[in-house]
């Protein structure tokens, strides 16, 4: 019963190049939601998307940052042009289809994250 | 602005004590999510509550929902080692633009030492 996988786990770019970061949903998941954690900050929802739907992509920044996931295929988390200050852990999450379309209880599955570093 | 403010930020305790950990808000969550994070990997869901004065064991671990919803507790008995890292609480809305949204706090840093 794989969980949530994120690859790759630490990724180095230099300013101006990009970043592609990968994420595979736990088996039977259609949700998938990333995550940035900045030294001594909280994690900071930046977007939820469905099976080739973005569903809510107001924790992005309005540059350079775009997210997909496609109908077959890891969702992409893409950083343009990467600064040095998107250097931070990105995280990936996913949870079930929920019966009925409750989805009161927000129960999220965590992979290991990336660890992106901008040189 | 931290919508969820946990403390204490730092706990350093012996094996064997109690602690309590806590979570804060001035706003209502649908539910509420406690999840432990070790160094370099990602949180680990450990409970999650819905219900106003809901309380839910796991083990050592005694996690309670406040009635208004608005706050939450981990209170760990006899704690041991094993119990070291971070624990997160976040809560969901549940309903509208955010439904899918997760807030975070920023975290209780434990350490417990034999």
């Known amino acids: 019963n794989a969980g949530v996988m994120q690859n790759p786990r630490h990724l180095v770019r230099r300013r101006g190049q990009e970043a592609r970061l990968r994420c595979s949903p736990m088996k039977g998941h259609s949700h998938v939601y990333w995550y940035r954690q900045l030294p001594e900050e909280g994690l900071k929802f930046m977007v939820y998307?469905?099976?080739?739907?973005?569903?809510?992509e107001s924790g992005m920044p309005k540059e350079r940052f775009s997210a997909e996931f496609p109908k077959e295929g890891p969702s992409i988390l893409r950083i343009q042009q990467v600064v040095r200050g998107d250097s931070a852990a990105y995280f990936c999450a996913s949870s079930p289809r929920t019966p009925g379309g409750d989805n009161t209880k927000n129960i999220q599955y965590f992979g290991a994250g990336t660890r992106l570093s901008v040189l | 602005t931290q919508l969820l403010e946990q403390s204490p930020q730092f706990l350093s305790i012996q094996e064997g004590e109690n602690l309590t950990v806590y979570c804060n808000s001035s706003s209502v969550f649908s539910s509420l999510q406690w999840y432990r994070q070790e160094p370099g990997e990602g949180p680990v869901l450990l409970v999650t509550v819905v219900t106003g004065g809901e309380v839910k064991k796991l083990k050592r671990l005694t996690f309670q929902f406040g009635d208004a919803r608005k706050d939450s507790s981990l209170h760990i008995t006899a704690a041991q080692p094993g119990d070291t890292g971070l624990y997160l609480c976040?809560?969901?809305?549940?309903?509208?633009?955010?439904?899918?949204?997760?807030?975070f706090g920023r975290g209780t840093q434990l350490t417990v030492w034999p």
């Open positions: 998307l469905q099976k080739e739907n973005i569903i809510d």
């Open positions: 976040a809560g969901g809305v549940g309903r509208g633009s955010t439904l899918g949204r997760l807030y």
